[in-house]
Structures are given as structure tokens and as C-alpha cells.
């Protein structure tokens, strides 16, 4: 403290009137900040690593100067252990989100993780424009060894303290594989490496940048998926993607992109980036006994049971089995969801009919003459059609499942249905009726009411045995189950 006391008065000519050591989250440095007698402040920073502290000075003065919102560097010391810069205030972007992740997001804070996400892409495209990665530390470029020294952090930080047994070859193969796909597209764009709310002061509710000493050449995705996917933000998935295109909006400006296949693109980028961060938080938490980590390996768990259901782990299945025993191993146990072979299996003769449909186009007829039975409006729930990368699609399609999956608002929607149908099916048995009709319509007929159709025909025909056709009338699709 005396040495970063000297560095402040040599910079300032007097020496501090008071100064404060602030609390930090999971950051080994140091933190000061530092008053004169005029009532100005800056803040204090002292490192535990000269290199790690010259990484920072040389980018935060590169990005300085290509215009990018970081705090100014004012002073330095002879040895690199300490610096100042400007002081950014108190509130960081985690901070002023709080509410939204308690109570739901509003539009200021939609706004500022707008800001925010348009603000990546010109640190990753303007912030490499010049830059000598050579002085990045601790490396120059993200490359299959920096994915391989994280798979196995995670392996050995996280999945041995979990107590899961595990095959280490069988596994060190999945992990070579995902490294592979992970490293094959060349880049030469900044990657931020930390880039998440906490990393984000606000200043006049405009974003400015701290913590990039870790940075370096490397994908875009990466910093797209540690910030949209941090565990502890729970930012819901309608919100993700709202973010997602923001952030492509404001990408084209540097390069041109078919938004479909980069939205696509992420979803190995978030397995990656949950196992990175189990990696973390089991070093820091289980470890070190840090509790913001420990606290957070929760919602991090939550996220990996999330990519698990979506099947984005089933290209390396010795991995995704492993990853499976974890989920189970650190949830608290889960309702029993295996399927009932009912008292009704295989009897009587009721046919169901389910049908998807467009209400711009009517509501179906009901062949049998019965009267149409129950109709169900989709349209209350998130729509993935507003979104460019779903539009050609339909809820068949595993990149709107995992879409209305993740978001999770149809799930509950069709919960209820369920618990209606049933009812209702079992007791048309029990009275031998002949027909039953249940139709899922939306705006277009293409993906919410798709998803609902599909999924209450095969519930329903592996609960009760019996005979359902399906039709997705907008699609012109039929078959019978």
C-alpha cells in the first residue's frame, strides 16, 4: 500500500487525503480508490503479476485510442506491480440489472445490454485494428491448447472435486474433438476473454470497459456466449436472443454475416463456455472456498442441464453422459417424468385428432362432425418467428425447439394442457367415444402451435396407446401415430 501511495503522490504532487480498498468478486488485484484534497478521485490498482499488469496498460491505451469506452490510464510504476486510472464510479452493469433478475428486465435495462452488446463488436473488430498481439498475456491467440488447458481446468477443478467417476481417455477424446470444431475457423478479431456485467462500469448509463488483461486474438462467439450465458446474470432466452440480434446488427458494420449460421454457431459455444466456467467456479469455490463461486455453480448447472436436453452435447457422447451424472449428482432431485404405461394402454377404439393451423386462415373443421372439440391460442407465448435465424423454420426444427425450450414459457403453457388432456381422454375411453379433437393455432401456423401439436400427439399416444393423427395443416404435414 505505501508503494501505491508513493505512485499517487508522485502523479498528483500530495499525497492522497483518504482512500478505500474496495470489495471485489473473484479478481486477485487490488483495488483502491483514492481522494484528494480537492475531492477528486481515481483508483488504485495493485497486481500480483508485472506481465498480466502490462497486458492491461498496453491494451487499455490501444483501446484509448481506437475510441472504445475503458477507464484512462494515469500513472504506472517502475516496477509494473501498480497503476491508476480514472475512476468509473461505483455501479457496474451487474449492479444496475439487479431488479431485472429479480423481477424482470425493463426497458433501461434492455437498453443497456443493448449498448453493451453493440459496444463488443466494436471492441473485438476496432479493438484489433493495430493492436500487436504479441503483448497479450498470457498468450497471443486462442488456439485448440488454450481449449484443451480449459476442458481439463474443468475436468480436474470441477469434475474430480464433484466425486464422478470417469474414463480419462475416453473423455481427453471427446474434449479433443470439441476443440477441433471449436478452433477451426481462423480469426483475427479481439476477444475479450471476461467479458461480463460485472466487467462493465456505467458511466451517464453509458458502458465502459474494465478487465481485459486476459484478452486476445480469438472467435467473436466466445465473448457473445460469456456474457449472454453467465450464469449468475440468468438472463431468460427471449432476452438472449433479442441480444443476439442486436449484436448482429451492429456486427455488419465491420462484416458481413448470414445471421442464421452465426446464431447457430453459438450453441457449442455455450457447452464450451458452462464447462470453462464449472471449471472456474470449482477451483475458486470448492477450493478456495470463495462464495460468490460457490453460489453461483447452481445457475451453472441449470444452463448445462439446458444444453443437455437440447442435445448439443450428443456429438461426444462419452462426454454427454458424464456431463449427465453431474446434472443429476449436484440437482436437487427432480419430479419422476418417466413415462406411465396406462390402465387404458391399447383399449377401446378413440381416435384423437390434433391438428396445428394459422388463425389467419381459420380454425380446422372436425371431420367426424363431433363439433371440434378444444382449441388452444399459442399466441401469449414468446414468438420465434420475430427472430431472423427462425423465420424458414418450424417447430419441428431442433433450432425452435431449443428456442421455445430454453425460454420455457411454452412448458409451462403446455402443462396445463396436459393435465386437461389427460383428463379428458381418459374419460372418453371409459364412455368407448370414438373421436377426439385438439387443434394449436398461432399467428402463422409454423412454429408455436407446430411445437404444441407435435408434442400432445406423442404424449398422448404413449400415455393412453391409442390411435392419434397429426396434422400440421399450414405445413402440410400428416401422419398418423
Known amino acids: ?96 440489472l439487479r ?30 485494428e493495430g ?24 475436468k480436474y477443478c470441477f469434475l474430480k472435486a464433484t466425486g464422478v467417476d470417469f474414463h480419462e481417455l475416453r473423455l481427453e477424446a471427446d474434449f479433443d474433438r470439441l476443440a477441433d ?32 488483461q486476459g ?22 432466452q427471449s432476452l438472449r436472443e433479442e441480444m443476439i440480434c442486436e449484436y448482429c446488427d451492429e456486427m455488419q458494420q465491420f462484416k458481413s454475416i448470414d445471421t442464421a449460421q452465426f446464431r447457430h454457431s453459438l450453441d457449442v459455444w455455450v457447452l464450451f463456455r458452462t ?18 463461486f460457490l453460489d453461483s455453480i447452481p445457475h451453472a448447472i441449470d444452463n448445462l442441464r439446458t444444453l443437455l436436453d437440447a442435445r448439443v452435447a450428443a456429438p461426444y457422447p462419452y462426454m454427454s453422459s458424464i456431463l449427465s451424472q453431474v446434472v443429476e449428482k449436484l440437482s436437487a432431485p427432480a419430479p419422476d417424468t418417466q413415462k406411465s404405461i396406462s390402465k387404458y394402454d391399447g383399449q377401446g377404439t378413440l381416435t384423437v385428432r390434433i391438428n396445428s393451423f394459422s388463425y389467419k386462415k381459420g ?18 407465448t414468446h414468438n420465434p418467428g420475430r427472430y431472423e435465424p427462425y423465420k424458414k423454420l418450424t417447430g419441428l426444427d431442433e433450432p425452435v425447439i431449443r428456442f421455445l425450450e430454453q425460454d420455457g414459457e411454452i412448458l409451462t403453457f403446455l402443462e396445463h394442457i396436459y393435465t386437461l388432456a389427460d383428463t379428458h381422454t381418459a374419460r372418453y375411453i371409459e364412455r368407448g367415444f370414438t373421436s377426439l379433437m ?26 393412453f396407446g391409442i390411435k392419434v393423427i397429426l396434422n400440421h395443416r399450414e405445413q402440410n404435414i400428416s401422419q398418423e401415430l
Open 1 to 96: 500500500m505505501d508503494k501505491l501511495i508513493k505512485l499517487y503522490t508522485s502523479w498528483a504532487g500530495t499525497q492522497p487525503a483518504s482512500w478505500q480498498t474496495l470489495k471485489g468478486a473473484g479478481s486477485n488485484r487490488t483495488y483502491v480508490r483514492m481522494t484528494g484534497a480537492d475531492s477528486s478521485s481515481v483508483i488504485g490498482v495493485i497486481g500480483t503479476s508485472a506481465e498480466e499488469n502490462a497486458a492491461f496498460c498496453y491494451i487499455d491505451r490501444h483501446f484509448d485510442e481506437q475510441g472504445i469506452n475503458v477507464p484512462h490510464l494515469l500513472a504506472v510504476d517502475d516496477e509494473g506491480m501498480r497503476y491508476l486510472q480514472s475512476d468509473l464510479g461505483s455501479e457496474s452493469l451487474y449492479d444496475a
Open 99 to 128: 431488479q431485472g433478475r429479480e423481477q424482470g428486465y425493463n426497458d433501461r435495462h434492455k437498453s443497456l445490454l443493448a449498448k453493451t452488446v453493440r459496444q463488443l463488436a466494436h471492441i473485438q473488430y476496432r479493438g484489433a
Open 131 to 154: 493492436i500487436d498481439f504479441a503483448k497479450c498475456y498470457p498468450q497471443p491467440v486462442f488456439d485448440k491448447t488454450n481449449v484443451m488447458f480449459d476442458l481439463n481446468y474443468f
Open 181 to 212: 470444431v471449436l478452433t477451426a475457423e481462423d480469426s483475427n478479431t479481439f476477444m475479450y476473454r471476461d467479458f461480463q456485467a460485472r466487467n462493465v462500469m456505467l458511466v451517464d448509463d453509458e458502458p465502459v470497459f474494465i478487465d481485459f
Open 215 to 236: 484478452g486476445r486474438r480469438g472467435p467473436t462467439q466466445y465473448d457473445l456466449v460469456s456474457f449472454l450465458w453467465q450464469a449468475s446474470a440468468r438472463y431468460p
Open 275 to 292: 464447462l470453462q466456467v464449472l471449471g472456474a467456479y470449482g477451483f475458486r469455490g470448492y477450493f478456495e472456498r470463495k462464495k460468490y
Open 363 to 380: 380454425i380446422p373443421e372436425d371431420p367426424s362432425g363431433n363439433g371440434g372439440g378444444y382449441v388452444f391460442d399459442c399466441r401469449g
Open 438 to 463: 385438439f387443434s394449436f393455432g398461432c399467428t402463422g401456423g409454423q412454429h408455436r402451435s407446430v411445437y404444441c401439436a407435435q408434442h400432445l400427439a406423442e404424449h398422448l399416444h404413449e400415455k
